[in-house]
T-cell receptor
């Protein structure tokens, strides 16, 4: 069964809307969560790394004021796309790395992804 | 130069055939290597880790050549269900995220 739950799976909204995506680790504590983005026919690109209780680290070219990340607990990280525009339409995927558990045999556990479409 | 490079394909292969993919990476400090599989509009799923000694998991064999900085994946006796995009993934170690290649699209034909 899924070990990382991502919600919502699909969002369609108007330009200018802010969209929040949740990523939850199930059955394990995730000290680190990652947010990726994938445009059609492109590779997954790491956007940011978030550690519980501290500020996220953003990759070069990713606007931290546009993509707000909150990692308030060991099981939940949220990504908010503020004032989304059509060029933000993409597939957003989170992943979580387990601290000390059976789940640490994989480098990261991925959520199902969120397909965001901005009209 | 891209960090992780793969031939995007598509590779059209008849069922039962053997197919091999290669991938090269640019960062010689990379520490961990993986093959992921991604089905259309789905999240990537770990297929196997790749070790210098080579490793096999059923019909799948992965090899790592650190000197040449390339990774390979061999699929024997291919099945229709093997049709997917195969992502070469590299990790620099520490707390860094994963670096993904664009993927190689494989189509197994009956």
């Amino acid at each position: 069964g899924a070990v990382v739950s991502q919600h919502p799976s699909r969002v369609i909204c108007k330009s200018g809307t802010s969209v929040k995506i949740e990523c939850r680790s199930l059955d394990f504590q995730a000290t680190t969560m990652f947010w990726y983005r994938q445009f059609p026919k492109q590779s997954l690109m790491l956007m940011a790394t978030s550690n519980e209780g501290s500020k996220a680290t953003y990759e070069q070219g990713v606007e931290k004021d546009k993509f707000l990340i909150n990692h308030a607990s060991l099981t939940l990280s949220t990504l908010t796309v503020t004032s989304a525009h059509p060029e933000d339409s993409s597939f957003y995927i989170c992943s979580a790395r387990a601290r000390d558990s059976w789940y640490s045999n994989q480098p990261q556990h991925f959520g199902d992804g969120t397909r965001l479409s901005i009209l | 130069r891209k960090e992780v490079e793969q031939d995007p394909g598509p590779f059209n292969v008849p069922e039962g055939a053997t197919v091999a993919f290669n991938c090269t990476y640019s960062n010689s400090a990379s520490q961990s290597f993986f093959w992921y599989r991604q089905d259309c509009r789905k999240e990537p799923k770990l297929l196997m880790s790749v070790y210098s000694s080579g490793n096999e998991d059923g019909r799948f064999t992965a090899q790592l050549n650190r000197a040449s900085q390339y990774i390979s994946l061999l699929i024997r006796d291919s099945k229709l269900s093997d049709s997917a995009t195969y992502l070469c993934v590299v990790k620099q170690g520490g707390a860094d995220g994963l670096t993904f290649g664009k993927g190689t699209h494989l189509i197994i034909q009956p």
